[in-house]
């Protein structure tokens, strides 16, 4: 019986961060865990350690030299697609860049592809299944195609399974909270780690254990090793790192810059304290902080230090606010998205009567 093979064209830069093919990990992982076969990431990454944790996931690893609109990009992944053609295949595109034209000649070179989306920012989209795992995306107008199947909303966040280790576990609540988590993505293209360091040491509360992750793309880390000295509490600063599930068991609190982070700590409970940098993540934060899940800062480039300074020391003392945070958060994540996606790409392979149906299971 042949097997099938996925191929996942995404990127990872200074200037884009890590999340598309973070997330897209998430998919490979469960592709693989399910027995579908074989797993090649076509990509422009910038980042070594991605690339390594890439080969240790046991993928396949497929370097795009120039990204689209490069013409070299869609040859290639054309190209790619042709040499694995004698299987049963899936493309994926997880990026902004991958416009309609891009799609539609993976479309009608005959493959089944799934785009993963955030933005709307195509004026049509070519493909067999759309996938935004977003808060309320269910109501964005998409235009696409008549036989595209729409998966959308959170019931598609999909974890990877690090993350689903902790599908039932409890966690506790401190009545004082003393350990924070700041992790702001994978490039922090607009440097709110440095803007979080400096407010931190605004906080009179002493006693705070504090770790910070820079990301596997982050140019500054120099700078935050610079700023870290002369803090009264203990703060560490973290790189490539792999165990983000026990990061967030451990800390209190997170700070973090929305993105695929956001539906991790919500999945496994922990308080969170968000920026946005993007209207699409400004829409969503502001929507979980009206409903008490979260408490949004706004846009990273405009939050003020001594404002956030006072919002996460409000955090750390109240025990009611981070309890509420806790339980409405694990509340809208339920940890089978990834199954979900999966399901309705191997129904799609069988051409189900009713798309309707696969696309919410």
């Excluded at 865990?33 to 076509?42: D, L, M, Q, S, T």
């Excluded at 785009?115 to 067999?128: F, K, P, T």
């Excluded at 705070?208 to 000295?229: D, H, M, T």
């Excluded at 997170?254 to 956001?262: M, Q, R, V």
């Amino acid at each position: 019986m042949q097997k099938d093979i996925l191929i996942i064209r995404a990127d990872a830069t200074k200037a884009i961060g890590t999340g598309h093919i973070m997330r897209c990990l998430a998919l490979a992982q469960a592709w693989q865990g399910h027995g579908r076969g074989k797993v090649i990431f076509v990509s422009y990454c910038e980042s070594e350690e991605l690339k390594q944790r890439i080969y240790e996931e046991g993928f396949d690893f497929v370097s795009i030299e120039s990204p689209y609109p490069d013409e070299s990009d869609l040859k290639q992944m054309l190209e790619t697609l042709r040499f694995a053609s004698e299987t049963n295949l899936w493309a994926v595109l997880d990026g902004y860049h991958f416009d309609a034209r891009y799609q539609k000649m993976i479309r009608e070179a005959g493959y089944k592809l799934m785009v993963v989306d955030d933005l709307n920012n195509c004026q049509r989209y070519h493909a067999n299944i759309l996938l935004n795992q977003n808060l309320n995306a269910e109501n964005t107008p998409y235009c696409c195609d008549t036989d595209t199947c729409l998966l959308l909303g959170l019931q598609y966040v999909m974890l990877r399974r690090e993350f689903l280790r902790y599908q039932n576990k409890t966690r506790r609540i401190p009545e004082r909270a003393t350990k924070i988590l700041v992790t702001l993505g994978g490039a922090d293209t607009y440097n709110a780690t440095l803007k979080v360091i400096q407010s931190l040491k605004q906080i009179e509360q002493g006693n705070l254990e504090i770790k910070i992750v820079a990301g596997p793309a982050n140019p500054r880390i120099k700078s935050y090793e610079e700023a870290i000295p002369g803090f009264s509490s203990e703060m560490r600063l973290l790189s490539a790192v792999n165990n983000m599930p026990e990061l967030l068991v451990w800390a209190d609190v997170a700070i973090i810059c929305a993105g695929g982070t956001l539906w991790e700590c919500m999945f496994m409970g922990c308080p969170v304290i968000s920026f946005a940098i993007n209207e699409v993540q400004h829409t969503i934060l502001k929507f979980l902080h009206d409903k008490s899940v979260v408490l949004y800062m706004g846009y990273v480039k405009t939050t003020n230090n001594e404002a956030l300074s006072k919002s996460i020391e409000s955090v750390l003392l109240s025990y009611e606010l981070r309890s509420k945070f806790s339980e409405k958060s694990r509340k809208m994540i339920d940890g089978k998205g990834i199954l979900r996606v999966i399901d309705s790409m191997t129904g799609l392979g069988r051409e189900p009567e009713n798309q309707k149906e696969v696309a919410y299971v």
